[in-house]
């Protein structure tokens, strides 16, 4: 059967073939699309023609006037998604299935108010809502980044005309859920240098040096992990002793590892290192080099930290060095020399505070962790519990020329 967007041809009991016609191609050519979906009868069919075609045409506002939310987000989806990051898809993706389409998904878009978000939202604040099997309510960090979802959902059903108005905008600020705000603990000067001072100790073996080298970079750059790890031996630049931040080294559940864009814009950028990183990076590459020769491995991609217990079989090729492997490995070594626990994460907070503490002005400083905008930057700054005298003497002498000595 075919209509003005396309047919539909049924080729077995519930099973039915979907063909879009999407125009005229550089040669001439219709482009067209097909799908193969289940659908219980012909007007069902037909309706899921509607919303195929409508991933990549629009169409008018009366095709829609009965789509359900479920059905808005598989378009949402199609014509969104792409766009976003690998780790941003799949944090939504398991959001919509786990918690937001069980509760809207048979619902009619336009019918979706903000008492119905709202009386959703109260639920979540139930005993037994957690996912993880762990006692306790729901976090607010959990519950904001539900509502975000569906307030962002709703903002492109309006952009996209579906509806009028997003029913997130008629809920009072006060029922709107906010995260508490968790200020990230950061070591004290005198606890980093006890922690370099142990780990440059250690003996330089493959696993010590290639340790040492990334605590080094991270307390000094402040680079996010995925960008450290991602780095390759070609975004070394010995001479001018800069690496080039131009991706990110990311795991998702299921699926190996791979690079991606960095963060934002701003997060491709150089970054400078210091001799002391200079003389580890050395270090690290020739011992690299003879783990690799030793064993008979490969490293194709050229990656700077690597795997050395897993590799390719078929080929040998070792594989990148996965990140949960320096937070394991760190945790387990300042929980042995006796200092607090920090995150990871905790390094760029660091390596910003210390830095603004030390003179660097703050948008050299943004420059350096890669921030598109200084107000990010200013959140990672840390109130230092040291005493101000220091500060204040640097400033009195500054008025050492304009005045008498004082005589007591």
Not at 54 to 62: D, G, I, V
Not at 385 to 401: G, H, I, K, V, Y
């Amino acid at each position: 059967m075919r209509n003005s967007y396309g047919s539909i041809k049924q080729i077995d009991e519930n099973i039915w073939k979907l063909t879009i016609s999407l125009g005229t191609g550089y040669d001439g050519k219709q482009v067209k699309k097909s799908r193969t979906i289940e659908a219980k009868n012909e007007k069902d069919a037909n309706r899921q023609l509607y919303l195929f075609y409508s991933e990549y045409k629009n169409l008018p506002n009366a095709v829609y006037d009965n789509i359900t939310f479920y059905e808005f987000c598989r378009l949402w989806y199609a014509r969104h998604c792409s766009k976003l990051s690998p780790t941003t898809i799949v944090r939504y993706k398991k959001i919509l299935e786990q918690r937001i389409l069980p509760a809207f998904g048979n619902l009619q878009l336009k019918k979706i108010s903000a008492i119905t978000i709202m009386s959703f939202l109260d639920h979540l604040k139930d005993e037994d809502e957690r996912l993880d099997g762990k006692n306790g309510l729901l976090s607010s960090r959990s519950m904001e980044l539900i509502y975000k979802l569906i307030q962002s959902i709703f903002n492109k059903a309006v952009e996209w005309h579906f509806i009028i108005g997003n029913p997130c905008s008629d809920i009072p600020r006060e029922e709107i859920p906010k995260a508490n705000s968790i200020r990230r603990t950061i070591w004290t000067m005198e606890e980093v240098n006890f922690f370099f001072s142990n780990l440059y100790k250690l003996p330089d073996n493959f696993t010590n040096v290639k340790y040492k080298l990334i605590a080094t970079i991270a307390w000094t750059t402040g680079a996010r992990r995925g960008e450290y790890l991602g780095l390759q031996w070609p975004d070394i630049d010995f001479n001018n002793q800069t690496f080039h931040i131009n991706k990110s080294l990311t795991d998702l559940p299921g699926q190996d590892l791979f690079t991606k864009a960095p963060k934002t814009e701003n997060s491709n950028r150089i970054v400078a290192f210091d001799n002391y990183s200079k003389y580890l990076f050395l270090l690290h590459k020739g011992i690299q080099d003879e783990f690799l020769l030793n064993n008979k491995l490969t490293n194709p991609q050229n990656f700077v930290f690597i795997s050395h217990t897993k590799f390719n079989p078929q080929n040998n090729a070792v594989y990148p060095m996965a990140p949960d492997a320096f937070y394991n490995w760190f945790q387990r070594y300042i929980s042995g020399i006796g200092l607090p626990h920090i995150t990871i994460h905790a390094f760029r907070h660091m390596a910003c505070t210390y830095a603004l503490t030390a003179g660097a002005p703050i948008n050299v400083v943004q420059n350096m962790l890669g921030h598109a905008n200084i107000k990010t930057t200013e959140g990672y700054i840390h109130r230092i519990e040291t005493p101000d005298n220091a500060f204040t003497q640097s400033l009195s002498e500054m008025l050492d020329d304009t005045r008498p000595k004082a005589n007591f």
